[in-house]
């Protein structure tokens, strides 16, 4: 579960570098490290700065190969399930409103919808009780 408004962070439209670096630096310092940082191509995790933190860190950098759906399946099927359950639903007029409903959205999404692959737990509940996901055949 993300919450920017727990970092501290100012809300923006863009994902810059220096946005994501700041981010980045306030959840290590927050959460501590993890062993291993995935991201996508983009820019901002591509910038010196960015690969800067990661190393004085010592966290290994893992990053997706471009096209690689696999490596991001798992966020992407979140991002699908936020479009279609939420925005796509919702005439959000301002960003404020947005910001809001995607918040409550996410709360649902992580505290009280069930998903298959957690044995129809919610991601909470999975995560209290460290159930491994279920792994289905193709």
């Not at 993890?34 to 191509?41: A, G, K, L, R």
């Not at 796509?88 to 709360?107: D, P, Q």
Request: aromatic letters at 10%.
């Amino acid at each position: 579960m993300v919450q920017l408004q727990g970092f501290g962070l100012a809300a923006v439209n863009s994902m810059d570098a220096d946005f994501c670096v700041e981010a980045l630096k306030k959840a290590v310092s927050k959460h501590g490290k993890p062993e291993t940082f995935n991201s996508d191509q983009g820019g901002q995790f591509a910038s010196g700065a960015w690969i800067d933190v990661l190393t004085a860190a010592k966290i290994k950098i893992s990053m997706d190969g471009k096209g690689a759906w696999r490596d991001n399946r798992m966020i992407e099927r979140l991002w699908r399930s936020l479009k279609y359950e939420c925005v796509y639903l919702n005439a959000f007029e301002t960003g404020s409103e947005m910001r809001a409903g995607i918040g409550k959205w996410l709360s649902y999404y992580n505290c009280e919808r069930p998903h298959s692959t957690h044995g129809i737990l919610t991601p909470d509940e999975a995560y209290v009780s460290k159930t491994e996901p279920m792994r289905f055949a193709a």
